[in-house]
């Protein structure tokens, strides 16, 4: 953002740099060992996932898509007049546009990504196309409380527009505080419309998280080059694999990094025992049936409104109102 200083920009660089040393450090610690997965999205993780979004596997992107393309005019009516858009995990804005399409009289437009120059990237592109829209970017980690701008007109109700499944990525006791956090955000006449990938078969699942250009992989591997580049760790990056698969049970995929070897990890003056074979959690990824979803947003204190499917109800688009 060119409106913040240099001095500024700096510090809060050193700001995420700490959190990110630190969040490594607890993770690698613990039994399993763990890394979370919002560091993936550097600038390099967000161009790999962008990829992953265009790959035949992932079927996920080019349905949700298609639901939105679809069904935009509908959701616009449903998110009602006067509205300021929020969107959490906004990363290049792509199926927004379907939305903003078809907003009624919109009053502002606020990306919200973790992923900086990502953000202001995008945000400057879709400021471009809609003119009419004041767009207001705000780079913050959205599992921590930030605060709204204000537009220069007042919105009527805020809605935060939440797609990609990414609430998969939580925990099901942490998505349930998210979508309670953002209940609050919005307030009583607040709207959320929110993507959910649904349960299926296994291969179509495990494919989508084991592309056969590997660029899930790389997307994967990028975490601990993130650690290397930025946090000095040693790491022999190369000596690691991608690991993910379905868990039945749980309804979730897991990703982990494998390592092939024994080695040590020397990550700010701490070292850190890795085993041949031994994982480390970088992710998860739930799958939910809409009713399960919408008994998981209930107890957040959403009630389902409407939802929209494609033809093998592989993905969902729900709209919820508090
Ligand atoms: C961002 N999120 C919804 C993706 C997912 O499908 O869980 C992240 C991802 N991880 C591996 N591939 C994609």
């Not at 000095?232 to 991608?242: K, L, N, Q, S």
Request: glycine letters at 6%; aromatic letters at 10%; a negative charge.
């Amino acid at each position: 953002n060119s409106s913040i200083n240099p001095i500024a920009q700096q510090s809060m660089n050193q700001l995420a740099s700490e959190r990110f040393l630190n969040d490594s450090i607890a993770g690698l610690n613990q039994t399993p060992k763990q890394l979370p997965c919002k560091y993936f999205y550097d600038q390099r993780g967000s161009q790999l996932f962008d990829q992953i979004c265009e790959t035949e596997d992932y079927y996920l992107t080019r349905t949700e898509t298609a639901i939105m393309q679809r069904h935009a005019d509908e959701m616009g009516n449903c998110l009602g007049k006067g509205v300021m858009l929020v969107e959490f995990g906004s990363g290049s804005s792509i199926k927004t546009r379907y939305l903003l399409d078809h907003l009624i009289q919109p009053v502002a437009y606020v990306p919200v990504d973790i992923s900086r120059e990502h953000l202001y990237e995008s945000a400057g592109q879709i400021s471009g196309d809609y003119p009419q829209i004041e767009v207001l970017p705000v780079c913050a980690d959205f599992t921590k409380p930030f605060s709204l701008p204000n537009p220069k007109r007042r919105p009527s109700h805020d809605a935060v527009y939440f797609p990609g499944s990414t609430i998969g990525n939580f925990q099901p006791n942490q998505a349930k505080q998210l979508l309670e956090s953002i209940a609050h955000m919005c307030g009583e006449q607040g709207g959320l419309l929110i993507g959910v990938d649904l349960r299926k078969d296994r291969e179509t699942l495990e494919r989508a998280y084991n592309d056969t250009q590997g660029v899930t992989a790389q997307f994967n591997l990028n975490l601990l080059h993130r650690m290397r580049n930025e946090l000095g760790a040693t790491i022999d990056v190369d000596a690691f694999e991608h690991h993910a698969f379905y868990n039945e049970e749980a309804g979730r995929i897991e990703i982990y990094l494998r390592s092939r070897i024994d080695q040590t990890i020397q990550l700010d003056g701490q070292t850190v025992e890795v085993e041949a074979g031994e994982l480390i959690h970088t992710e998860y990824s739930h799958k939910y049936t809409v009713d399960g979803f919408a008994q998981l947003a209930a107890e957040a204190g959403w009630t389902l409104r409407r939802w929209w499917t494609d033809e093998n109800d592989y993905f969902a688009v729900l709209h919820l109102v508090v």
